[in-house]
């Protein structure tokens, strides 16, 4: 769990890769990384700074979550209703869609 403005940088520039097949949860941090490949769960608010491969779940919840590289992969991006999700300008506005609106999302 990052919390309150820290940051995990991996890497000395955080330019190293990061892979998660569990859970992270952010609660204000920043995840500095030059990629991460997600198969398992990145919820909360803060910020991913890095590229991220998702398989699994990527999503805001409790704040904004600010995706600050190239998302791609078949996994699932979201936020809980009334909360915000930050995207690159390249990215598809449908990936920030509520969860309950995307197929494959439970209503809760």
């Given amino acids: ?18 892979t998660n097949a569990g859970t992270v949860l952010l609660a204000g941090g920043t995840l500095d990384a030059g990629a991460i490949t997600n198969t398992g769960t990145i919820l909360g608010y803060g910020v991913l ?4 491969h998702n398989s699994g779940v990527v ?14 992969g078949r996994g ?3 936020r ?9 300008a390249a990215a598809a506005s ?3 869609s509520t969860p309950a609106a995307r197929s494959g999302w ?3």
């Fill in 1 to 18: 769990m990052l919390t309150n403005g820290a940051t995990l940088k991996i890497g000395s520039g955080g330019d190293q890769w990061v």
């Fill in 80 to 88: 809980k209703p009334a909360r915000r999700c930050r995207l690159p």
């Fill in 94 to 96: 449908a990936a920030c």
């Fill in 59 to 72: 999503a805001a919840m409790n704040g904004t979550q600010t995706l600050a590289g190239v998302v791609s």
């Fill in 76 to 78: 699932r991006t979201g």
């Fill in 106 to 108: 439970p209503a809760s």
């Fill in 49 to 52: 700074a890095a590229a991220v």
